[in-house]
């Protein structure tokens, strides 16, 4: 009886937490796929050939955006450079993360030995440590460059891995496996059913058009 009773209360938190976070998380994803051009779609429904090569999967990306389809993805073992551009995408505005947390760590670390060096009030609770050392000023740039390129690095670094995680939505393992090759020696061309134009038999003869040696339909029951 204390069992059931702590298992509905443990269930009633976790609705409690989900409706409390998920107008948020909504949002926040909603803001990321228009600023960034978020396009990634989950593996529910479409179709996926594979190729056996680089050079034929950016082929295979030109003519998929050449033709009108819309939100299809390219899932190689390895990064192929300018797979992209063949994608009809546009370049990434995750450096605009990158510089705009760097900036923020220039700006900290800058205001933070600003403070210790000439006893400001920038940050409470911060001691002031002014050191007269032959004569020189207790602000002298110069002495600030190494901690500032530290903390400008650091923060860039962090921010630009943490907005790759989320822009890519990882981890998570609950993702559906298009094909075990893939992340080997296959590339897989993925298209699915929110496309522009799909048609799972139109979507079919194009990718066996393209050349590839094996073509998948896939849907929620497999």
């Not at 082929?59 to 192929?80: I, Q, S």
């Not at 440590?129 to 110069?142: A, F, V």
């Not at 020696?185 to 048609?199: G, Q, R």
């Amino acid at each position: 009886m204390a069992n059931d009773k702590s298992n509905e209360s443990i269930s009633g938190i976790e609705k409690a937490l989900d409706a409390f976070f998920e107008t948020p998380v909504k949002l926040l994803h909603s803001f990321s796929e228009k600023f960034f051009e978020y396009t990634f779609r989950e593996t529910s429904h479409g179709v996926f050939g594979l190729f056996n090569s680089p050079e034929k999967i950016k082929d295979a990306a030109r003519k998929t955006h050449e033709k009108g389809y819309t939100n299809f993805d390219c899932l190689t073992p390895f990064p192929v450079h300018g797979l992209e551009f063949d994608m009809g995408l546009k370049r990434s505005k995750i450096p605009y993360i990158t510089f705009f947390a760097g900036l923020t760590g220039f700006i900290v670390a800058f205001f933070m030995q600003l403070s210790v060096h000439e006893q400001i009030s920038t940050f409470p609770y911060l001691n002031s440590y002014p050191l007269n050392i032959g004569g020189k000023p207790t602000y002298s740039w110069p002495a600030m460059v190494p901690i500032l390129f530290e903390l400008t690095v650091l923060f860039a670094g962090l921010a630009t891995a943490g907005g790759l995680l989320f822009l890519s939505k990882m981890p998570k393992a609950s993702r559906k496996v298009l094909h075990p090759d893939i992340t080997s020696d296959k590339f897989a061309l993925w298209i699915p059913s929110d496309s522009s134009n799909f048609s799972e038999e139109g979507v079919k003869s194009f990718l066996k058009e393209l050349g590839a040696e094996e073509i998948t339909v896939v849907n929620d029951t497999n």
